[in-house]
């Protein structure tokens, strides 16, 4: 079983439209993250969620909303989607808080989103 | 805030030993340092973690001085494999935009 899964893998879609990644984690942590990889491979953190509750949101336009159903889960909804939105979005998920307490990282395998 | 630079990129050759260094200049008491590798189309992953001196896994060994001010990750006897993208994460006192992580490190490995 994938430890950290997210759907869909690619994603191709006009602009303005909304679309929504989802992420699902087994292993059974509390903290979970969206990082956003751009170009030039930056990654860069985009929220956190630590069982369920919102921790970090990163100076990211209200166009992005995560929602977190469970700790197992944590979903990204993106609205009136913008040309420059196309990158490399993965989910990722540590056993406790990393904004407190660096520790490991455990990556999905990412979903390219293109905006054309 | 402990912003961190890394070489862009490294070649090395097949069996050789590879050090890739790591600035953080700023590093603050309660930061650890944790380097990952990430291969195309897949996400980063965990290589190792250290906070002083010297750390050794079955994959690498981190080296870190007592200023803590670098830190080295040292791949020995590299393999085609290894070719992948670096990164030096240095993060743990409570600030998110030590989330965030560097260019890293192109890794090339040549026959």
């Given at each position: 079983d994938t430890a950290v899964s997210q759907t869909p893998k690619y994603l191709v879609t006009q602009m303005g439209n909304d679309k929504s990644i989802k992420c699902e984690q087994?292993?059974?942590?509390d903290t979970m993250y969206w990082y956003k990889q751009d170009s030039k491979k930056f990654l860069k953190i985009m929220f956190s969620y630590n069982n369920k509750e919102l921790i970090i949101n990163e100076?990211?336009?209200?166009r992005f909303s995560p929602k977190s159903p469970d700790k197992a889960h944590l979903n990204l909804h993106i609205n009136s989607l913008e040309l420059g939105d196309s990158a490399v979005y993965f989910c990722a998920s540590s056993p406790r808080n990393t904004f407190a307490n660096t520790g490991e990282l455990f990556f999905g395998e990412g979903s390219r989103l293109t905006v054309l | 805030l402990a912003k961190t630079t890394q070489p862009i990129s490294m070649d090395s050759y097949e069996g050789q030993e590879v050090n890739i260094t790591c600035s953080h200049n700023n590093i603050a008491t309660n930061d650890y340092i944790t380097w990952y590798q990430q291969f195309p189309s897949q996400g980063p992953r965990f290589i190792i973690q250290g906070y002083k001196t010297k750390v050794t896994n079955e994959v690498a060994s981190l080296f870190i001085p007592a200023d803590r001010k670098s830190s080295t990750l040292s791949l020995p006897r590299?393999?085609?494999?290894?070719?992948a993208v670096y990164y030096c994460l240095v993060g743990g006192s409570g600030s998110a935009r030590q989330l965030t992580f560097g260019s890293g490190t192109q890794l090339t490995v040549l026959p």
């Open positions: 087994n292993l059974g942590h100076t990211v336009p209200n | 590299v393999s085609l494999s290894d070719t």
